[in-house]
């Protein structure tokens, strides 16, 4: 089956700081990821969709320069959050289509940020 | 831990009622959702429902929970071809607070 993977899984950083998290399709090409985030016991939330060698489209209320997002091959996608608060403190989910248009979408196990 | 599991394929026609099934493992389960995707695009929330609710109702959308049977459904009403797409069904286990998916229901609706 398709795995994706992200590293790390889990990572404590000061105030101030910025984290890279990063997600792999790791048998598989993958033309378009995608960022979740999700808040103790509540809801995942898209923040954005990744497009290998494009722009990343970010959903409304997610700030572009805080959470950048970097596609630069069809296996590997990039989240840096930027001067990290307290209140970034989440879990990150990526997921990864396995073929464009398909239905075939594979999640990673998720990173759990928190920030000090 | 957590298992869901859904139907992978459901096909029904224009106007006619829609219903995706959903079932879990984890009895203590406290939030359980319904997701949709279209082709190429991200998760898009539907609706949820709390474990301690068996109904809830939202526009064309209605959500039943069988808490003893552990089965979660999805009614969509009047189902239109903008409908077409795949549900997931996610719970949050009562020991985590990340979410479990189930592989998803693809709808096809047929004109």
């Known amino acids: 089956g398709a795995v994706v993977s992200q590293h790390p899984s889990w990572v404590i950083c000061k105030s101030g700081t910025s984290v890279k998290i990063e997600c792999r399709s790791l048998?598989?090409?993958?033309?378009?990821m995608f960022w979740y985030r999700q808040f103790p016991k509540q809801s995942l939330m898209l923040m954005a969709t990744?497009?290998?060698?494009?722009?990343?489209?970010?959903e409304q209320g997610v700030e572009k320069d805080k959470f950048l997002i970097n596609h630069a091959s069809l296996t590997l996608s990039t989240l840096t959050v930027t001067s990290a608060h307290p209140e970034d403190s989440s879990f990150y989910i990526c997921?990864?289509?396995?073929?464009?248009?398909?239905?075939?979408?594979?999640f990673g196990p998720g990173t759990r940020l928190t920030v000090t | 831990g957590e298992d869901v599991e859904q139907s992978l394929f459901l096909s029904v026609r224009e106007g006619d009622s829609s219903v995706i099934n959903c079932t879990y493992t984890?009895?203590?389960?406290?939030?359980l959702y319904w997701y949709k995707q279209e082709p190429g695009a991200g998760l898009q929330l539907l609706t949820y429902?709390?474990?301690?609710?068996d109904m809830k109702q939202d526009q064309r959308l209605t959500v039943l929970l069988n808490k003893k049977d552990k089965h979660l459904s999805l009614r969509i009403a009047d189902t239109q071809t903008g409908d077409s797409a795949i549900y997931f069904c996610?719970?949050?286990?009562?020991?985590?607070?990340?979410?479990?998916f189930g592989k998803g229901t693809k709808l096809s609706v047929k004109p």
């Open positions: 984890d009895s203590s389960s406290t939030y």
């Open positions: 990744s497009n290998e060698g494009s722009k990343a489209t970010y």
């Open positions: 048998d598989f090409q993958a033309t378009t």
């Open positions: 429902i709390f474990s301690n609710m």
């Open positions: 997921s990864a289509d396995r073929t464009s248009g398909s239905y075939e979408q594979y």
């Open positions: 996610a719970v949050v286990p009562g020991s985590q607070g990340n979410l479990i």
